[in-house]
C-alpha cells in the first residue's frame, strides 16, 4: 500500500484560480464530505453518507419538459433505475400505467446512464445526476435510464457490473422504448468517474453476448493502474483528489487481494481484455485536462484507437472532475454539444 502522510493534504490555491466559484463551492462540500465518509480500516460511514447526499422524488407532472419515474427492475437485489421522459409542459399528470406507453418516436435513443461517486457515492436520486439526466434529455431528445447500481465497499466488484448488465437486458427487453423505424430499442451507455468505468464493463458483456449498443459516452472515466504515471505526481492534491482517495476507492472496490491492474481498473494493462475484432460499440471518451488520473482515461482511448476500435477523444485542457454539473463554463457547453451530436449521429 503505497500511502503518504503528505498527499492527503490539499492545496486548494490552483483550483479556485480555474474553476468557477459554484463549481468550487460544490465540489469542496463534496471532498469534505468525503473525507468524513471514508474510514482507514476500509469500512465506509454509509448511514452519515445517505443523510448528506440531497436526495430527489421522481416527477409525474412535467417540469422544465421532463418527467420522470422509479421502477424496481431487480427485486432480488432491489435494484432501481430512474426512468426520464421528455414531455410537453401542458401534458396531463400520468399514472402508473402510462409511463409504460409506446413513446412513438421514429428513432428514440435511450441514454443508460451510470452515475459517479468512485464505486461508493451518491446514487440514481442524488439531486446533482437528476438534474444531469434531465439535461441530457432535453440535450439528446432520449429517454435516461439512471441506474442505482450497489456501491462499494459494502458491496464490491463485479457487483455494479452486474447491476448495469441487468439494466441493460432490462431496457433492450421493453417493447415501450422501441423506435418506430426499426422496431429496436436504440442503446446508449454513459457515465461519469465510476459509471465510466462501468459503462466500459457493460458494453464489453453486450459485445460477448450479441445485444447491440450503438455508443459508449465516458466522462471523465474512473480507470487506473499500479504505474504512478505523470498526471497523478503533478496533479496530485491540487484539483480536489490525491493519489490516496484514489487508492482508497479502488481497495473498496476491487476483491480483496488484488491490485490496480487487475482488469476492472486497467482494461488495457498486463490483464486486460483485447478488444481486437471484437464488435465494440463506438465511444466518446471526455478527458479534463486537470484531473490526475487524466493519463489513465488517454491509455483507455489509445488503448481502444490500437485495438481498430471507433473512437472520439475530447481532452478539454482546464476543465477538472465536475465541470458537467453546473451550466456556468464554456466546457460544459461543449461536451453537451457533443454528446447531442454523438447520440443524435444515428437518428
Known amino acids: 500500500m503505497e500511502d503518504n502522510n503528505e498527499v492527503n493534504e490539499v492545496d486548494l490555491t490552483d483550483s479556485k484560480m480555474v474553476v468557477p466559484l459554484n463549481t468550487w463551492v460544490l465540489i469542496s462540500n463534496f471532498k469534505l464530505s468525503y ?15 445517505e443523510f448528506l447526499d440531497r436526495k430527489v422524488a421522481p416527477n409525474a407532472n412535467p417540469v422544465d419538459g421532463v418527467l420522470s419515474f422509479d421502477v424496481i427492475i431487480d427485486k432480488g437485489t432491489s435494484l432501481l433505475t ?7 409542459a401542458d401534458a396531463p399528470q400520468l399514472n402508473i400505467l402510462d409511463f409504460h406507453k409506446p413513446v ?17 457515492h451518491s446514487s440514481a436520486n442524488s439531486g446533482i445526476y437528476d438534474i444531469l439526466c434531465r ?3 432535453g440535450n439528446c431528445k432520449a ?6 447500481y450497489r456501491r462499494a465497499p459494502e458491496n464490491r466488484f463485479p457487483c455494479a457490473y452486474d447491476d448495469g448488465w441487468t439494466a441493460l437486458k432490462w431496457v433492450n427487453s421493453r417493447s415501450w422504448l422501441k423506435s418506430t423505424k426499426d422496431s429496436k430499442v436504440h442503446i446508449y451507455l454513459a457515465g461519469d468517474s465510476s459509471g465510466g468505468n462501468i459503462v466500459h464493463n457493460v458494453a464489453l458483456r453486450a459485445a460477448e453476448s450479441g445485444i447491440e449498443v450503438l455508443g459508449n459516452i465516458l466522462l471523465n472515466p474512473m480507470f487506473g493502474g499500479l504505474e504512478r504515471t505523470e498526471s497523478e505526481e503533478r496533479l496530485d492534491g491540487k484539483y480536489f ?6 487508492d482508497w476507492y479502488w481497495r473498496a472496490f476491487l476483491p480483496e487481494g488484488e491490485d490496480r491492474d487487475h482488469p476492472a481498473c486497467n482494461p488495457f494493462g498486463p490483464r486486460g481484455i483485447s478488444l ?8 466518446l471518451v471526455v478527458v479534463a485536462g486537470l484531473d490526475l488520473v487524466q493519463d489513465w482515461q488517454l491509455a483507455y482511448a489509445k488503448g481502444l484507437e490500437k485495438a481498430g476500435q471507433d473512437v472520439k477523444l475530447l481532452f478539454l485542457d482546464k476543465a477538472t472532475i465536475g465541470f458537467y454539473l453546473l451550466p456556468n463554463n464554456d466546457h460544459f457547453y461543449t461536451v453537451m454539444n457533443e454528446i447531442s451530436s454523438f447520440v443524435r449521429s444515428d437518428c
Open 35 to 49: 473525507n468524513l465518509l471514508r474510514r482507514p480500516d476500509g469500512t465506509f460511514n454509509r448511514h452519515l453518507a
Open 82 to 88: 430512474r426512468i426520464y421522459q421528455p414531455a410537453s
Open 104 to 120: 412513438g418516436v421514429e428513432v428514440l435513443p435511450v441514454i443508460i446512464f451510470f452515475h459517479g461517486g468512485s464505486f461508493a
Open 135 to 137: 439535461r441530457l434529455v
Open 143 to 148: 429517454v435516461v435510464v439512471s441506474v442505482n
Open 241 to 246: 483528489v490525491t493519489i490516496q482517495d484514489r
Open 276 to 283: 481486437k475484432d471484437v464488435k465494440f460499440p463506438k465511444s
